[in-house]
């Protein structure tokens, strides 16, 4: 045979081989999809569904809300396949080739944030019995839709068949952004959010005021901003929310089935406010605006009549911005507070609190004033603060330093954060269950978990994303997933397979190496 003949055969026998490998291959196993948070129940039935420029999303017809999330399901997948997805309102039971997203068929039993999605080569349909259920369903969709198109144009993309159960393990889900230390503009906050929103947490904690800073507009104390807010940590131009920026987050965060738990730290962590009204000190002197990293050294007068009509003002506004039912007030490192003090004023801010229809959350200390029953304290630093705090009836949200608080450094080589808790590595921040971790805490007595980032370090969205990822999907599915479901060494491959997530986000992670990339 001439040679030219055997150089095309070896030529069209590599041009089979390539297109049969670069041939993507079939999602068409459900139960090894890689969700996060991990679904409760997942059964696979080995065919796909295919995505193309003849799909559609319908939803319920008369409904803005459904409407809403069609929408945001369409975008996604629209931002991440090409395709031209548009969403339709349902008049009919949709047919072929549709996703169809629905309140109608769906098991109560699933909860406010529970769903239903089955997936066949004809159809996805989502159902759920309230609309926040559906948009967690909506999160999972994004996840099993398989992107790896290689045809270079716009689908086919496949999802493989099947169907979810689920539902979540704690009804709180959070994450803090410490937005006193260092300031983040509305656009950055939205983006945390929207990152938060595909993992299916729930609760956004923005902690607004602190030494270094007052970040919330307070029309009846407006100096709180024009001179509490005008600074950070290392002296920078700090910044504050106008009230209407406030509700605009309030919004976002809503629309995506996440409430905003707004908190006024108080008495201690105070000295933006202290700089910015002499006579809510004890000695009628402002101190300067602090920019450094210190805690504990400040109080608001605890005695002085004035200093709780500043706090009903303050909560007073913020809570008419806030449809959320919590109100956090801090309550933490209040060295500069005698307990004597400290105690009846976490009894009086309480009633406060309960006047404008809020719930009150605490750090942990507030355990040591008479909790009112519905109050929640945020364990962090003392496990014998949560015991007392379950002792009065109170429940508990578990940020256990060591574990959830993802301002602390990954290793000693972390370039960000800090390590007076701990350092911790993405597993230290996974292999862990809220339920056992106090002797004498147990589920009953938790609400849920929260991961705070505080940003004394922190400067900017990509320090932010940096610290978050990969650590906080491990906190929405310890929130989410029954701890028996739970294991490190599946995770792990899970999280691995999420660095495309990433990647499509354009978010800045932390490649750690205990995860197999
Ligand atoms: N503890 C302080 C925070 C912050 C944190 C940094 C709490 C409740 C250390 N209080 O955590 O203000 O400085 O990791």
């Not at 559609?56 to 629209?78: C, H, P």
Request: hydrophobic residues 40%; charged residues 20%; glycine residues 8%.
């Amino acid at each position: 045979m001439k040679k030219i003949h055997i150089f095309q055969t070896i030529l069209i026998m590599m041009a089979m081989i390539i297109s049969v490998s670069c041939k993507p291959k079939e999602p068409t196993d459900l139960a090894k999809a890689s969700i996060i948070p991990k679904p409760v129940t997942v059964s696979a039935t080995g065919e796909a569904f295919t995505l193309n420029s003849k799909t559609a999303i319908f939803v319920d017809a008369g409904s803005d809300e459904l409407t809403r999330t069609g929408q945001y399901l369409a975008d996604k997948l629209n931002a991440s396949t090409g395709l031209t997805i548009v969403v339709n309102e349902a008049q009919t039971e949709p047919g072929k080739g549709s996703i169809f997203l629905t309140l109608s068929g769906a098991d109560q039993s699933l909860g406010e944030e529970g769903y239903l999605l089955t997936v066949t080569k004809q159809q996805v349909k989502l159902s759920a019995a309230n609309p926040a259920g559906l948009f967690m369903g909506v999160q999972t969709i994004r996840q099993i839709t398989a992107r790896d198109s290689v045809s270079g144009k716009p689908g086919p993309f496949r999802i493989a068949t099947g169907t979810i159960t689920d539902h979540p393990d704690y009804s709180y889900r959070g994450m803090m952004l410490d937005v006193s230390r260092h300031f983040f503009g509305v656009e950055d906050v939205k983006q945390v959010i929207e990152y938060l929103a595909f993992y299916k947490i729930n609760m956004f904690h923005m902690h607004l005021s602190d030494d270094q800073g007052w970040r919330i507009e307070i029309k009846s104390w407006p100096n709180l901003t024009a001179h509490g807010g005008s600074t950070q940590v290392g002296g920078g131009q700090g910044g504050f929310y106008t009230q209407e920026q406030y509700s605009d987050i309030v919004k976002f965060a809503a629309d995506r089935y996440i409430t905003v738990v707004p908190e006024i730290d108080m008495p201690g962590h105070t000295n933006a406010a202290l700089s910015s009204y002499p006579e809510l000190n004890c000695n009628g002197k402002a101190p300067d605006l602090y920019t450094g990293t210190d805690v504990g050294f400040s109080s608001l007068c605890t005695k002085k009549e004035i200093t709780y009509t500043f706090i009903d003002d303050v909560v007073r506004e913020i809570s008419a911005l806030t449809p959320g039912p919590f109100f956090h007030i801090g309550g933490d490192e209040s060295h500069a507070t005698k307990v004597e003090d400290y105690i009846p004023f976490i009894n009086r801010v309480q009633d406060i609190v309960a006047k404008y229809g809020k719930r009150v959350i605490g750090w942990d200390e507030i355990a040591l004033s008479t909790l009112k029953p519905n109050s929640v304290a945020q364990c962090w630093a003392s496990e014998e603060n949560a015991i007392k705090a379950i002792a009065q009836g109170a429940k508990i949200l578990m940020s256990p330093a060591k574990k959830a608080y993802i301002d602390m450094q990954y290793d000693k080589s972390t370039p960000l954060g800090l390590h007076w808790a701990a350092y911790i590595e993405v597993d230290d921040g996974y292999n862990w269950d809220p339920a056992s971790y106090i002797p004498g805490v147990g589920k009953e007595n938790i609400i849920g978990v929260e991961a705070p980032m505080w940003t004394e370090t922190i400067t900017k969205l990509d320090d932010i994303e940096y610290m978050m990822f990969p650590r906080l999907p491990g906190i929405a599915e310890i929130g989410w997933t029954p701890v028996s479901m739970r294991n490190w060494d599946e995770y792990k491959f899970r999280l691995a397979q999420h660095a495309k997530f990433f990647e499509e986000m354009d978010i800045n992670y932390y490649k750690s190496p205990r995860v197999p990339w």
